[in-house]
């Protein structure tokens, strides 16, 4: 066993720690909205840390090993050209504003606002399909990171049974059962304050850990390590990089495109979409959760530079002998490189590190997993089963329903981990499970928020070639490999561009050619409460800013000196960083700069992110209090309003000017 009684001992503390305080959140937990999406309550802080903690997971973080594994630091610079989106999206609220002044709780809900009723329930059917398969690799690779981490034996015996019990199924169970037993609770509620609480302990936690990697294993010999690589697969310069097959230049544009045209579009944290109190809190928790990425980020990168300075390296040799017999011992290619990395960091990292580690690991696993579930789980409810029974529930009936729905996503989640052996990088089966929804409801979502020409036919034909590639992509190297004995030659990323360039392109053709025959346009002003219809609810649309440096740092008259500040900083560092990488990719282009150049970048990389997370770490953890206790204080006396449950009520349509659906709120608007 790799683990000590202090590791032990500090995940168990942990986790009742935890318990404890989700306990104290059933209280809240009064109606409807609240378990859907804590009654629309939350401020940027608790917003941005829970949402963020439940958009991680152990997957997440075994991918990125496995990732750094194949390819260094080369993709991370490529990954530099999101600088711009990232700005542009959160700055000029791209797609997240509009879809807040709709005021649905979820996004089929809009599809039904926008498009109809019909395709409210395929849109759902498809992104719970699409959802769901995705999650289902979740629980077996977080039951393998700790069984194979902690070294734990393969069987067991437990008194008064006859038989060897598995450790990797008794250890997905338990994970699985205690993050249920998180969101059964209170729902949104529920799961926002213990992952704000567990991202707090995290973020902290992630510091601590890169700062003992680092100085467990130096910097030269981990640049040592990525040295040994091939001339042309080199994982320190990237413009050495033509041997990489996967994770290069291509990977890097095509995940560009995608920032923009997904933006949204992925429903498994959807319970964060509508909790913000104002869309300007989200715009806000959007903005500074830029800073609080930045110690999970560093964790991701110095982990498995470590790793592979261990398993390189000729002082190392002892220890990477005794790692490698551990990894020949798992069965399949794709779980060995999975593993890899975990099992090399139980042997680097010291006491007291490794129980940290196994915490933070165990804590993005009960935040991803609540998450995932509230999400697919709600949405199967929401956007299939009720609009397909068009039938008024109770609130005690509409939530038990929810609850089953959700236990239901928990038990195939476990029963597909069970059963699936992995063929793919896991960001790779991220592209290809995810592309059967995204690559078609960016179009959709895009067009349906902007575009008043925009028709149902259109959107349908959008959905259809995404999910029909994305199918493809899942099953296209098992296909491949049994007809010609080698994987399908385009990866599920290059997949993923043609079926959201094809889905954008047959959205608008098909509308287009509709809008020529009856000349349909949809009310869009009416459907975000704006210009004459505003006045029936509270204004959510300010007016555009006059200055133009205003408009290039998005401000509006909603920002706060604070919040002013905080975007202008924002603009400025993002700007300073893309420039610097456009300067030094030309001159990489004109004089090429040689690998020690290249280290000593990635170098203070490192160390400027290790220092700037102190500062980030205090100003988190303070806000993040702030705001529990203000949803606290907000939820002790809201008033409930029962026929808030993301139902649409009114579906009067015009052909000429199509009508808002009234959606949430119980609010009239005149026609």
């Given at each position: 066993m790799n683990l000590s009684w202090i590791d032990w001992a500090i995940m168990g503390v942990s986790v009742v720690a935890l318990r404890l305080v989700s306990l104290g959140t059933r209280q809240y937990m009064q109606g409807v909205a609240d378990f859907l999406s804590a009654n629309r309550s939350a401020?940027?802080?608790?917003?941005?840390?829970?949402?963020?903690?439940?958009?991680?997971?152990?997957?997440?973080?075994?991918?990125?090993?496995?990732?750094?594994?194949?390819?260094?630091?080369?993709?991370?610079?490529?990954?530099?050209?999101?600088?711009?989106?990232?700005?542009?999206?959160?700055?000029?609220?791209?797609v997240f504003y509009r879809f807040r002044e709709t005021r649905a709780l979820t996004m089929a809900q809009f599809f039904e606002i926008r498009y109809s009723r019909n395709f409210r329930v395929f849109a759902g059917l498809l992104c719970w399909f699409s959802g769901i398969l995705n999650f289902g690799i979740f629980p077996a690779v977080a039951a393998r990171f700790f069984v194979y981490f902690c070294g734990l034996p393969e069987h067991f015996h437990c008194p008064g049974i006859p038989w060897e019990l598995s450790t990797y199924i008794t250890v997905m169970a338990t994970d699985m059962i205690l993050a249920l037993s998180f969101v059964m609770m209170g729902g949104q509620i529920s799961v926002m304050i213990t992952e704000c609480v567990q991202g707090m302990f995290c973020t902290l936690a992630m510091f601590v850990v890169s700062a003992a990697v680092l100085l467990q294993v130096k910097w030269p010999q981990m640049v040592a390590a990525l040295k040994m690589a091939p001339a042309d697969k080199s994982m320190l310069n990237p413009f050495h990089t033509s041997g990489v097959t996967d994770f290069n230049l291509t990977y890097g544009l095509i995940g560009l495109f995608s920032a923009f045209y997904t933006y949204m579009s992925w429903q498994g944290s959807s319970g964060f979409y509508s909790s913000a109190r104002t869309p300007h809190e989200q715009k806000m928790g959007g903005i500074i959760g830029v800073w609080r990425a930045v110690p999970q980020n560093l964790m991701i990168i110095v982990l498995p530079l470590a790793a592979l300075a261990v398993l390189r390296l000729p002082e190392y040799s002892h220890q990477a002998a005794a790692i490698n017999d551990a990894v020949s011992k798992i069965s399949g290619d794709s779980i060995q490189g999975q593993m890899r990395v975990p099992i090399a960091l139980a042997h680097i990292l010291p006491t007291g590190i490794k129980g940290l580690l196994a915490t933070v690991m165990l804590f993005v696993s009960f935040t991803c997993h609540d998450t995932y579930m509230h999400s697919w789980g709600t949405i199967?409810?929401?956007?299939?089963?009720?609009?397909?029974?068009?039938?008024?529930?109770?609130?005690?009936?509409?939530?038990?329903?929810?609850?089953?729905?959700?236990?239901?996503?928990?038990?195939?989640?476990?029963?597909?981990?069970?059963?699936?052996?992995?063929?793919?990088?896991?960001?790779?089966?991220?592209?290809?499970?995810?592309?059967?929804?995204?690559g078609g409801s960016g179009a959709v979502i895009i067009g349906g928020l902007y575009w008043k020409k925009g028709t149902t036919a259109g959107a349908y034909c959008a959905l259809t070639i995404g999910a029909v590639l994305g199918i493809f992509a899942v099953f296209a190297d098992m296909i491949w490999m049994k007809l010609f004995g080698h994987k399908f030659p385009i990866n599920a990323a290059v997949l993923?561009?043609?079926?959201?360039?094809?889905?954008?392109?047959?959205?608008?053709?098909?509308?287009?050619?509709?809008?020529?025959?009856?000349?349909?346009?949809?009310?869009?002003?009416?459907?975000?409460?704006?210009?004459?219809?505003a006045k029936s609810v509270l204004p959510l649309h300010l007016d555009e800013p006059r200055s133009i440096w205003l408009k290039i740092t998005g401000i509006t008259s909603e920002f706060t000196l604070a919040d002013r500040v905080l975007a202008i900083i924002l603009v400025t560092w993002n700007g300073l960083n893309f420039i610097f990488f456009v300067v030094f990719s030309v001159i990489n282009k004109i004089m090429p700069v040689a690998d020690s150049a290249w280290a000593n970048w990635w170098h203070f990389n490192i160390l400027w992110n290790l220092v700037l997370s102190v500062p980030i770490i205090v100003w988190f953890t303070v806000g993040g209090v702030i705001d529990i206790k203000a949803l606290f204080k907000t939820l002790a006396t809201a008033e409930r309003d029962a026929s808030d449950n993301g139902t649409v009520r009114d579906e009067s349509i015009r052909h000429s000017e199509p009508l808002l659906v009234q959606a949430v709120d119980g609010i009239k608007v005149d026609v």
């Open positions: 401020g940027r802080y608790l917003l941005t840390i829970a949402s963020q903690m439940g958009g991680i997971g152990v997957v997440t973080f075994v991918g990125g090993f496995e990732l750094m594994a194949a390819a260094g630091l080369s993709p991370s610079w490529w990954g530099m050209m999101m600088i711009p989106a990232s700005v542009v999206i959160l700055l000029m609220g791209w199967f409810i929401q956007d299939v089963y009720m609009p397909w029974r068009n039938k008024q529930f109770s609130p005690a009936e509409h939530i038990r329903l929810l609850r089953l729905s959700i236990l239901g996503v928990a038990v195939f989640a476990f029963l597909f981990s069970i059963f699936y052996r992995p063929t793919h990088y896991i960001f790779m089966y991220f592209a290809a499970t995810g592309m059967i929804w995204t993923s561009f043609f079926a959201m360039g094809g889905a954008l392109i047959l959205y608008v053709l098909v509308s287009l050619v509709l809008h020529s025959k009856n000349r349909f346009e949809f009310n869009l002003q009416k459907m975000l409460y704006r210009g004459q219809y």
